[in-house]
């Protein structure tokens, strides 16, 4: 039962790691919008840049663990023939 459950926490295709980013950037884009409240000016574009710059780095280690599970998939394929 528990693995049931677990599975729906992994990501499988990239339209479910799109939604996840997707999800991540309107979060990032909100706790941004609050920095800009607390920290007007410079600082706090800077912690909005922050905030949403690190959606870009988990989108991307996102699609590459999606693409090499992939890969890792046709290669035990391969030598299972």
Not at 8 to 25: D, G, M, N, Q, S
Not at 42 to 65: C, N
């Amino acid at each position: 039962m528990l693995r049931k459950i677990g599975r729906l926490f992994v990501i499988k295709t990239r339209f479910e790691a799109f939604a996840v980013i997707y999800a991540l950037a309107l979060g990032a884009v909100e706790r941004g919008h609050a920095y800009l409240g607390q920290y007007p000016g410079f600082p706090g574009k800077m912690l909005f840049a922050a905030a949403t710059g690190a959606v870009f780095i988990a989108g991307a280690k996102i699609l590459d663990s999606l693409r090499m599970e992939k890969r890792l998939q046709e290669l035990e394929g391969q030598t299972d023939k």
